[in-house]
């Protein structure tokens, strides 16, 4: 994908389609959204009001939850998950920024069952990239991108919401 397609509102565009798409596909009757801290939740808030879902947005913080933990550090500002809504049986829309290695939806997931064991979880994320490391795959994207060792691409935001390549 070429820098110039990373335009975040058509990436929203095509993950809220494919959302709407899964949801119908499931016949999921008034799912619960969860947004992964920092960038997911800026993405979940955007199709939180987009697919107009009646249950307030929850928010998961999983950097206690990382297997990688000793490698990036602690954040320095580690916020509370807050989940409004009973995760057991739900069927919950998980939603992330970037899909790299599968690490942060694999702690996702464990925070969530830690929450109860909802009916079924859709991960949608705005872009996935390469370099999956564990068997977990999203079910919705608004993009894919092939980056080169050395790269990294980041979502800044969360007025206005943009994706950039960087170097590492």
Not at 51 to 64: A, C, D, H, V, Y
Request: charged share 25%; proline share 6%; hydrophobic share 40%.
């Amino acid at each position: 994908m070429p820098e110039s397609s990373l335009d975040v509102e058509t990436l929203l565009d095509r993950l809220e389609a494919e959302l709407r798409a899964e949801i119908q596909r499931r016949g999921l009757a008034d799912p619960a959204m969860i947004g992964i801290h920092t960038g997911g939740a800026w993405v979940a808030e955007r199709l939180h009001r987009r697919l107009r879902l009646s249950e307030r947005l929850g928010l998961l913080n999983i950097n206690f939850y990382r297997d990688d933990f000793s490698q990036i550090g602690m954040h320095p500002r580690v916020l509370p998950s807050d989940l409004p809504f009973r995760v057991e049986g739900r069927n919950i829309l998980l939603i992330d920024d970037v899909f790299h290695t599968g690490r942060t939806v694999r702690a996702a997931l464990n925070e969530i069952f830690d929450y109860g064991r909802p009916a079924q979880v859709v991960l949608g994320v705005l872009i996935e990239r390469n370099g999956r490391q564990i068997p977990i795959r999203p079910d919705c994207i608004g993009g894919k991108i092939t980056l080169n060792a050395g790269q990294r691409i980041k979502l800044s935001g969360p007025e206005p919401l943009q994706l950039g390549i960087h170097s590492v």
